[in-house]
């Protein structure tokens, strides 16, 4: 058996990996960032409120999960969001690149958005490959909403954080 020529490897780390000076790259790279963000703060606000740490003397929507579901739900809804965001990432610098944190704002609010739509795609083709599904497309039509009224709070806000970061450390051309 060979070994990987480590050449190779470390050029297509340099070219494709987070370092990367791909700007379409990159900002997959941020998006994924802030998915992993979103679901992290979603499951440690489901704590605070289930844990009284934060006493808002009534439950919002988004906690009334219990904090075990919430972040398994978290957690695996991560192997769609994280790729999805990535994608949406990818896209949005190549349709409209935020040359300004306002700009930034406005493309990673929307590609958050987005994000979810895309991650319809592998959960509705994960079903059909499980089989035994009545409606896959229902369930996974379902299970993007249920993510999207849970934490769209959360998404919109960080992506639009992320998109001004983002667009705020590119370096401007001369």
Do not use: H
């Amino acid at each position: 058996m060979q070994s990987p020529d480590l050449q190779t490897l470390q050029t297509a780390y340099r070219r494709y990996g987070p370092g990367t000076d791909r700007d379409d790259l990159a900002a997959g790279y941020a998006a994924a960032t802030g998915a992993v963000l979103v679901a992290a703060l979603y499951a440690a606000s489901v704590w605070a409120i289930d844990a009284e740490v934060v006493d808002l003397g009534w439950t919002p929507y988004f906690a009334t999960i219990e904090y075990n579901w919430a972040v398994y739900a978290a957690t695996t809804g991560l192997l769609f969001a994280v790729p999805a965001a990535f994608l949406v990432g990818v896209a949005g610098w190549r349709i409209a690149p935020a040359r300004s944190a306002f700009r930034g704002a406005v493309v990673g609010a929307v590609g958050a958005v987005a994000a979810y739509l895309v991650a319809f795609v592998p959960l509705a083709a994960g079903a059909v490959a499980a089989g035994g599904v009545a409606n896959p497309f229902e369930l996974a039509a379902v299970a993007v909403a249920a993510a999207l009224v849970l934490t769209w709070w959360l998404a919109v806000p960080v992506g639009g954080l992320v998109g001004v970061v983002y667009a705020a450390r590119r370096p401007k051309a001369a």
